[in-house]
């Protein structure tokens, strides 16, 4: 039984920052390239940074790129989303998602095996 529960959340003024933690279980945490998506009201659930599982490959999206970073923990089974200098267009409920694809697809919804259940962001002006 794979779950995965994102925390951290919350809100916050523009130019702060948050981290949100992913806590998995259920499945072999090392072997598992790990996602982090967004999605706001009316929008399409977006990609926003992933971290691999062999060396460690980082990718982001152009949005956040330079602002947030994903790292992981395999002691702890736990991913992070460290965001900094946030402003408004980053309010979204942010989504954790693990994948164990051999392709490279990190960017693509369908790449990713499980999802968490989100938890909220929001950054006011």
Do not use: H
Not at 17 to 27: E, F, I, K, Q, V
Not at 49 to 54: D, E, L, N, P, V
Not at 67 to 94: G, H
């Amino acid at each position: 039984q794979v779950q995965l529960v994102e925390s951290g959340g919350g809100l916050v003024q523009a130019g702060g920052s948050l981290r949100l933690s992913c806590a998995a279980s259920g499945l072999s945490f090392t072997w598992y390239n790990m996602g982090w998506f967004r999605q706001a009201p009316g929008e399409e659930r977006e990609f926003v940074a992933a971290i691999m599982w062999s060396a460690g490959s980082t990718y982001y999206a152009n949005s956040v790129k330079g602002r947030f970073t994903i790292s992981r923990d395999n002691a702890k089974n736990t991913v992070y989303l460290q965001m900094n200098r946030l402003v408004p267009e980053d309010t979204a409920v942010y989504y954790c998602a693990a994948a164990n694809s051999s392709s490279r697809d990190y960017y693509r919804r369908e790449w990713y095996s499980y999802w968490g259940q989100g938890t909220q962001v929001t950054v006011s002006s």
